[in-house]
């Protein structure tokens, strides 16, 4: 009785342990939907809304990029120094450029509001040339897997990098290395 008594305990042992196995193994190698990859070149573009000039104008990434060469870029701040002195003006001063070699659109984002990329855009005269779109919520920002936390800038941000997207595919990434620095998402840097 007591042979039988331990051989049970055993296999019962030995299952749970096997169930627990198998259970962290299951958690390992399966993919969530909140578990997410950086974007690589590649991906296509999430059908995620942007706010162009107010909340009630609503831009929608996927369709913007549809048939199209779209430069996208992204800042950590509207009104930030490395934004507004540097990355946003390289973009506004080339697109002419950029444009005559087949770029449609030129396109900013930053985690802030629409009011405040309006302004922005006013204040650095990108009509027409650069168009700012907010990601109030950092939607494309976390679908991307591109966000920092820069709790001086209010929290929840973008990393700096820049992308040539075509017809709704990634082509070109170039994600800043310390993530807000000034270097390979720049406008000079993007290969056409």
Known sequence: MINTVVALQKTVIASAVQSS??????????????????????DSVPSVDLFENTPGNKVNLSELCNGKTVILFAVPGAFTP????????????????????????????????????????????????????ADPNAELTKAFDLAIDLPPLGGTRSKRYSMLIKNGKVEQLNIEPDNTGLSCSLANKIVL
């Open 82 to 133: 490395g934004c507004s002195k540097t990355h946003l003006p390289g973009y506004v001063n080339t697109a002419e450029d950029l444009k005559s070699k087949g770029v449609d659109e030129i396109v900013c984002v930053s985690v802030n509001d629409a009011f405040v990329m309006a302004a922005w855009a006013k204040d650095q005269k990108a009509e027409g040339k650069v168009r700012l779109l």
């Open 21 to 42: 196995v198998s259970t962290v193994v299951k958690r390992l190698f399966s993919v969530s939907p909140s578990w997410k990859m950086p974007v690589q070149v590649g």
